[in-house]
């Protein structure tokens, strides 16, 4: 009996870490899958000409797979909604934490993760029949169909991310700090922008590149309401095309083996990459902020 | 405890296993044909087998659009048994198709007319092929250069993936070489779906884009055509198309692999009987006969 419990207790044990070094197993394989066949686009062209090339005309003949308007198109979109959604973020994020009524409180909260929950499609479908109409006789542009529509859409799922992980950030302060600041004859304001953000800082800005982490990644709503041309962006007023789009609307006429396939997966490895940069970043500043 | 979750873990094993057999493609049994290919074709592929249906409603057909090359790469590979294209294949696929032991089988079924759609608000009611290409390839930037008010063009494309855009590219921008050099100005909006040029058509008088002749709608205006300088303009209407006066059309194609046998092949003898070309008609495509 005691055998056989010992065995139970083994497979137990085993087969929680298989599931725990499933996901580390799942990235590295990825990464190789991604590596093995986009790293054959250089086969056609030079790594500078793929990165810093000006033109994305994929299915011609020969082809030109520069990729730099798609990168700074996307970190364009993704440098106008981290404009709009993190101070967005972080003041909902203070008032919900320490500001609000409890009751409001809850209620905020709970909106807070229905807006999480809308899928990225549906809000692209509000962008392109609202905000882009919108956009373009507000400000008069030729277009509505821009790098700034993509960065609203983009603001709005980046919102609950920076919100929820925030408040956590500023519900972790101790509470000490703060009574030790009204303590001192500190005004509620005084207490927040003086003690409470300093405390909190780490998981703010952990927050905060989560929250980019998402709108980089992020392709539907981004598809739907840029307008996707390949130029090299020099405002937020402009049609940009990103990235993820570009992998998104190309992939299924892509002929298999073809060049124009081994550079949407190099594409992939460019995000890949980017964004785990960002999400390492996160990482970093998280763990710093449970040290202290 | 540990038990009854490991038998619940083998019991989902099976029933997925049990799913995945079910969900295999070509079962002969339930006679099913899987369609893909040109997000054009799409709506009359649906006409046609709703159609089909009621005549044999035994048969089971799925109809997904996604792009004349989706729909060529997955005859190719396997995934479906028709595919819908509004281009002709091309050598690469042949290669590949000759790789995997798939012979293509080319059937025209109907004609289409692409229409170039401006604003309604917009005045310019005509423009020749050069006027068009001129405009495309980034060339004349805004409508005062055509006679038009001044405001700046905004071009309307279809992404890579379809079959108008490449359609269009080779016709209109490389007037018909299909090894040409020409490339739509970088500055034109690739939009995901015909659907999208429509709307933002609608809703922009700045923009001009092109589609198949199924979307034309009252909420955007045609321009008609004209092959050069000299020849007359022509709007893309049924007898234009088909007797080849108005200058950008395109035939469309089912392709199979091999002669059709069994139930593909009463699928495509439908297509081509008087039922099956009056609903080329009805979704405002052009009938072959």
Known sequence: ?292 | MTRTVLKDFLLGMLLLAGFCAAASPSDQKTRSIQIKGSDTMVNLGQAWAEAFNKIHPDVNIAITGGGSGTGIAALISGTCDIAESSRAVEEKEIKQAEARGVKFNIEIVALDGIAVVVNPGNPIKNLTMDQLREIFLGNIKNWKTLGGPDMPIVLLSREVNSGTHIFFKEHVLRRGKKKGTEEFAPAALMMPSSYSIAEETANNENTIGYYGMGYISPRQKVIAVAKNAKSPFIEPTLEAVRSNAYPISRPLYLYTNGTPKDVIREFIDFVYSKEGQDIVKKTDFVPIK
């Open chain 1, 1 to 292: 009996m005691a055998k056989l419990r010992k065995l139970k207790e083994f497979l137990i044990e085993k087969l929680i870490f298989a599931s725990g070094i499933a996901s580390v197993v799942f990235v590295a394989l990825i990464f190789i899958f991604l590596l093995r066949e986009g790293i054959s686009v250089f086969k056609d062209t030079s790594l500078g000409s793929f990165i810093g090339g000006r033109f994305w005309y994929p299915i011609s003949d020969p082809p030109k797979l520069g990729i730099l308007p798609l990168i700074l198109g996307s970190l364009l979109v993704t440098a106008g909604a981290v404009v709009i959604a993190v101070p967005l973020g972080i003041s909902a994020a203070f008032y919900i934490a320490d500001v609000a009524p409890a009751k409001l409180r809850n209620i905020l909260k709970s909106c807070v993760e229905i807006l999480s929950a809308v899928p990225s499609v549906v809000l692209g479908f509000l962008g392109i029949t609202i905000l882009v109409p919108f956009l373009k006789h507000f400000l008069k542009l030729p277009t509505g169909l821009t790098a700034l529509a993509g960065s609203i859409m983009l603001a709005f799922m980046a919102l609950p991310t920076i919100i929820s992980i925030s408040e956590d950030a500023i519900n972790a302060v101790p509470r000490e700090y703060k009574e030790g600041a009204l303590a001192l004859g500190a005004t509620h304001w005084q207490t927040l922008h003086r003690v409470i953000i300093h405390g909190a800082m780490p998981g703010i800005f952990a927050a905060s590149m989560l929250g980019i982490g998402r709108v980089f990644g992020e392709t539907m709503a981004v598809m739907m309401v840029t307008g996707n041309a390949a130029v090299i962006p020099t405002s937020l007023l402009q049609p940009v095309r990103t990235l993820t789009a570009t992998i998104a609307a190309e992939m299924g006429e892509a002929a298999k083996g073809s060049p124009h396939y081994f550079a949407l997966f190099a594409i992939g490895i460019v995000l890949f990459v980017i964004s785990f940069a960002i999400n390492l970043t996160a990482d970093l500043f998280l763990n710093k902020g449970r040290k202290r």
